[in-house]
């Protein structure tokens, strides 16, 4: 049996453990470091909006002036994930 490292992309952190799994089978983990912001997440994401990276990308696009069909072709997602992404954005940066 193959054991594989998990780490928490958010903090390094190997206090990882198994929590589920997607409903199209995919395993979730959850960290159990109380300092680290982000809680639950997958190795591998299928749907590329949900990547950390590419949501900083959709906002930075954003900043810099750029549509959100601009946005949404170039990153590869629907426009709807981009307002999605940039409504919750907004919502959590006034809190």
């Known amino acids: 049996m193959a054991v594989v490292a998990v780490q928490c992309p958010e903090c390094g ?4 453990v198994k929590y589920g799994q997607q409903p199209n ?3 979730r983990y959850r960290c159990n470091n109380p300092n680290c912001q982000r809680q639950i997440f997958l190795l ?3 749907n590329t ?3 950390p990276q590419v949501k ?5 696009m954003a900043l810099n002036g750029s549509g959100i069909r601009d946005t949404a072709r170039m990153l590869g997602v629907s426009p ?5 992404t940039l ?3 907004r919502l959590r940066s006034t809190r």
């Open 49 to 51: 909006g949900w990547v």
């Open 80 to 84: 709807t994930t981009v307002l999605t």
């Open 13 to 16: 952190s190997h206090e990882v």
């Open 87 to 89: 409504k919750k954005r």
């Open 44 to 46: 591998q994401y299928h």
């Open 25 to 27: 089978g995919a395993q």
């Open 56 to 60: 900083r990308q959709m906002v930075d």
